[in-house]
Each structure stands twice: as C-alpha cells, then as structure tokens.
C-alpha cells in the first residue's frame, strides 16, 4: 500500500519557467516531509523539507508547500535550470509510534528542463 | 570526510549464489537504513538499524538479512540471490532517530542477478 504517492512520472519544462512536482499521502502521522533529487548513478540527495508546523518552507529556487488538510505537498523549482534535471523523489516520515525515523519514499518524477 | 560508502560498485551473481554488500559511514550517525530502487518503484527499504546493536524489518525483507557491524558499518546479505533481487541498493544513514533530519544516501550498488 503506497503511502506516499507522485502520481506523475514525468515533468517537462522549458528553462527559466516554474517547475511543480506534487505528492500526496494518505498517513496522517506523517509530521515531517521531504525531497530528494537523484541523478543517474548516483545516489539520493537532499533537497529540501518541511515539518507538520509549517505549511511552506523556502531554499534558493526550491519551495516546498504543505497543506495538511488534502495530504498534499508541492515543490515548487523556480526558475528551472537544465542541471535541475533528474528523478525527484517525494519522502514522509512519522515520529510519533512504531514507524519512527523510517522513511516512506513516492516513486518519484523524472524532471526534464529543455533549454 | 567520505560521508557514506558502499562496496562494491557493481556486482553479477548467479542465482543462488550468495554476497554481501557492505555499508560504512564517518560522520557518527546512529541509525543506518538499507533500501532497493527497481525502475518505477521508488525506494523502499528492507532493513534498517535504529542503533547500534538493533535491527528491524522494513517494507521487503525477505531473502535479505543484515549485521550492524559496529556503529559505523551495516552490511546487507543475500543468502541464495534471486532474480527478483536485480536491483540497485542504496544504504543510508542518519544522526538518530529522535530528532527531525535528512537520511543521506550512498552512491549504490548496481546488482544484477542471471
């Protein structure tokens, strides 16, 4: 049962425009939310976050929004670069009860920016 | 400072063969987590280790077993590899449980099961 969900596979975007990758989950234990970018042969990276308190959290070009009453969080990329092209995995995790500090990955969104 | 590491790189088994994957990290990280990446799936894990000294099963952990070695290493053993377990593996690590921070990510290893 997927509890961490990107429903779109892939995302195509001209450079300089916005870039929004969505995910939703469906555990509302969840209190903490990630991103993670991932070039080919290589391993996750971190990107961003944004804990259960907050409903947006901002780095550089990267935004993340949360909205806890649809169970939906967005990254907002803005603007996009060619070099932010990879696969972007959405993360969730819960620290309260028997899950804690297990990590729940969607099954990311290959993000293509063209120049 | 290396961060997390993974050997070997890449590796062919046969079925039925068995291997380990080893994972070692340098920044004092007490919990350790393994996963598996398969095209389409994400990540998910099929172990971790809280701490030294303690592991529990995560989302697909059948054919799979793991040592926490000492705090800075988590092996993962495959016993009589599968094809199903064609994968790419990737081992994490993060500073603990009870705090609200990032898993950081090895650079994987690539496992082709024939």
């Known amino acids: 049962d997927q509890q961490v969900k990107q429903n779109s596979p892939s995302l195509s975007v001209q450079e300089g425009r916005i870039s929004i990758l969505n995910c939703d989950y469906t555990?509302?234990?969840?209190?903490?939310f990630l991103w993670y970018k991932k070039y080919p042969a290589e391993g996750p990276t971190f990107l961003i976050s944004?804990?259960?308190?907050?409903d947006k959290n901002e780095d550089g070009r990267f935004t993340v929004f949360l909205n806890k009453s649809a169970k939906h969080l967005s990254l907002h990329i803005v603007p996009s670069q060619p070099g932010d092209s990879a696969v972007y995995f959405c993360a969730a995790s819960a620290y309260r009860g028997s899950t804690l500090g297990r990590l729940y990955f969607g099954r990311g969104t290959q993000l293509t920016v063209w120049p | 400072n290396a961060g997390v590491t993974q050997t070997p790189k890449f590796q062919v088994l046969k079925t039925g063969q068995s291997m380990t994957l080893q994972c070692a990290q340098d920044m004092n990280h007490n919990s350790m987590y393994w996963y598996r990446q398969d095209p389409g799936m994400g990540l998910r894990l099929i172990y971790y280790?809280?701490?030294?000294?303690?592991?529990d099963k995560g989302e697909v952990p059948n054919g799979y077993n793991v040592s926490r070695l000492n705090k800075r290493e988590f092996s993962l053993r495959l016993e009589s590899a599968a094809p199903s377990q064609t994968s790419v593996y990737f081992c994490?690590?993060?500073?603990?449980?009870?705090?609200?921070?990032?898993?950081?990510f090895g650079p994987g290893t690539r496992l082709t099961v024939l």
């Open positions: 994490a690590s993060r500073p603990g449980l009870v705090s609200y921070n990032e898993q950081f």
């Open positions: 555990n509302s234990m969840f209190d903490y």
């Open positions: 944004i804990s259960s308190i907050k």
């Open positions: 280790s809280a701490s030294e000294g303690t592991t």
